[in-house]
Nanobody, 125 residues
Framework: QVQLVESGGGLVQAGGSLSLSCIVS????????MGWFRQAPGKEREFVAG????????KYADSVKGRFTISGDNAKNTVYLQMRNLKSEDTANYYC??????????????????WGQGTQVTVSS
């Protein structure tokens, strides 16, 4: 059974940095793309960043471009999200996600095959 386990959330001041990790186990292979979504209170879950495990292609939401970096280590079955210059609007529960058949286009909630349990990121102003 596929499991995605996030870690690294916490409380940080605006302008600070935080790094999230997601360990993948149980059967996903390089055909699966990995990504991060987030959901703030009262809002819908939204795409943050994605990476193709075979190609290394990356895609970001406009709101995080230039501040967040997604990367992966296939040998460790781990995907990372490095967040810099954090803003109060980045406060949300962050979810690791995996899906098949992603070729760099739109990645929405319904496209996702597997989810992690989420990790909270809180940015204080």
């Amino acid at each position: 059974q596929v499991q995605l386990v996030e870690s690294g959330g916490g409380l940080v001041q605006a302008g600070g940095s935080l790094s999230l990790s997601c360990i993948v186990s149980g059967g996903t292979d390089s055909r699966y793309a990995m990504g991060w979504f987030r959901q703030a209170p009262g809002k819908e879950r939204e795409f943050v960043a994605g990476i193709g495990r075979r190609t290394g292609f990356t895609k970001y939401a406009d709101s995080v471009k230039g501040r967040f970096t997604i990367s992966g280590d296939n040998a460790k079955n781990t995907v990372y999200l490095q967040m810099r210059n954090l803003k109060s609007e980045d406060t949300a529960n962050y979810y690791c996600a995996a899906r098949r058949f992603w070729y760099g286009g739109t990645w929405s909630v319904v496209d996702t095959d597997y989810w992690g349990q989420g990790t909270q990121v809180t940015v204080s102003s």
